[in-house]
Each structure stands twice: as structure tokens, then as C-alpha cells.
T-cell receptor
Framework: EAGVAQSPRYKIIEKRQSVAFWCNPISGHATLYWYQQILGQGPKLLIQFQNNGVVDDSQLPKDRFSAERLKGVDSTLKIQPAKLEDSAVYLC????????????FGPGTRLTVL | DAKTTQPTSMDCAEGRAANLPCNHSTISGNEYVYWYRQIHSQGPQYIIHGLKNNETNEMASLIITEDRKSSTLILPHATLRDTAVYYCIVFGSGNTGKLIFGQGTTLQVKP
């Protein structure tokens, strides 16, 4: 069974530039999550989708971050404009549904903002 | 905020059992205890979960105290590949699926 795919794996940008990350969840998984993991900390949920609807985006900095999940499958997370403090690993995870608590994580995208 | 308390770091000799403790004194009756681990440069990986009974799978065993205020994850024969950060997470059935990660325990397995 293919796992959660993410791209790119690494990205370096200058502050105030924009960047986008892509996630392809496990086939058939209805729930998709984006987490931000700052160095030395545990992952923090940014946004959760159930199919193509948003369930929780309470911790998403909406003035600069946006996310979408078209057709309830792939998802993109965008940052515009980036700040230095956005340097982190962005993890995508999926699960069969929101009440099935085993989440499968992708390898993450490491973002460095200079 | 995370509802759990874990030691910051632990060492274990290769081949020996690794016992990772977790305190969750405010756990509610309908909340599960989940364990994930994160190997360096990888995403977190689900290990095991339980409600009140002890659980075992091919990766680990989970021992939950009778009052459910603490638990222990046991890796029966630790290998170097088990070196990782281990996260204990309390998760309720009414939750929408949001995992709240704390700092976790960094387990170093030594030869």
C-alpha cells in the first residue's frame, strides 16, 4: 500500500516570497491533516479536511496561510508571504476518517525561510 | 496544550526492553491513550493505542494503570532502529481527529 506522498521534500525561499506544498494521501482516506513542526517541538495541527470540507483550521494563520483539497483527494498548502518564523517541517497525514485515530504521516517538507 | 507528561530523554541498551512512562492524570473516561514515534527526518508513525485494557501488537505493548492516570509503552527487545522521539497522546472519542503532540521522550538505544 502506497503511503502519504509529499513534495517537494526541501524548499529554501527568501522572506516575503510565496511557497506551496503538495500532499497526496493514502487512497480512500477521507481525512487529511496538515501539521507544522518547528525544530525541537512536536507537530502542531494547522488544518484538517474531511473529504473536501474544512473541519478545523483554528491554528492556521489565515492572513498568510491557505489550504485546499480539491475533489477530496490531493491537497495543497500555501504560504504567502513567508516569514522567518515559518521555517519548519510541514507534515501531511491522512486517516480513514476523523474518528479512526490512526493517522499515517508523509515524510514532510522542510522549509527554510532566509 | 498536551494532556500528558513524559520524561525528556531515556537510554536503553540494545536487546533490552525499553519502558517509556507517560502520566495523564486528567484523562477522561472516554479518552484513549495513543503512542506515536518519530524517527529522525521522518513523519510520526502510529505504534499502539488503548482505553483501559493492556494492549499488544507486533511493535509494542501498552500497559495502562487501573486508575488510567498513567501508562507505559514497552518495546520488548529494543534495536538501534528504535531510536526515536516517542509521543504519548490522549485522544477523546468526541475529538475531531486532532492530535496534540507534546515534547515526547527521546529514546536513545545504545549498542
Amino acid at each position: 500500500e502506497a503511503g502519504v506522498a509529499q513534495s517537494p521534500r526541501y524548499k529554501i525561499i527568501e522572506k516575503r516570497q510565496s511557497v506551496a506544498f503538495w500532499c497526496n494521501p493514502i487512497s480512500g482516506h477521507a481525512t487529511l491533516y496538515w501539521y507544522q513542526q518547528i525544530l525541537g517541538q512536536g507537530p502542531k495541527l494547522l488544518i484538517q479536511f474531511q473529504n473536501n470540507g474544512v473541519v478545523d483550521d483554528s491554528q492556521l494563520p489565515k492572513d498568510r496561510f491557505s489550504a485546499e483539497r480539491l475533489k477530496g483527494v490531493d491537497s495543497t498548502l500555501k504560504i504567502q508571504p513567508a516569514k522567518l518564523e515559518d521555517s519548519a517541517v510541514y507534515l501531511c497525514a491522512s486517516s480513514v476518517s476523523f474518528d479512526r485515530y490512526e493517522q499515517f504521516f508523509g515524510p514532510g517538507t522542510r522549509l527554510t525561510v532566509l | 496544550d498536551a494532556k500528558t507528561t513524559q520524561p525528556t530523554s531515556m537510554d536503553c541498551a540494545e536487546g533490552r526492553a525499553a519502558n517509556l512512562p507517560c502520566n495523564h492524570s486528567t484523562i477522561s473516561g472516554n479518552e484513549y491513550v495513543y503512542w506515536y514515534r518519530q524517527i529522525h527526518s521522518q513523519g510520526p508513525q502510529y505504534i499502539i493505542h488503548g482505553l483501559k485494557n493492556n494492549e499488544t501488537n507486533e511493535m509494542a505493548s501498552l500497559i495502562i494503570t487501573e486508575d488510567r492516570k498513567s501508562s507505559t509503552l514497552i518495546l520488548p527487545h529494543a534495536t538501534l532502529r528504535d531510536t526515536a522521539v516517542y509521543y504519548c497522546i490522549v485522544f477523546g472519542s468526541g475529538n475531531t481527529g486532532k492530535l496534540i503532540f507534546g515534547q515526547g521522550t527521546t529514546l536513545q538505544v545504545k549498542p
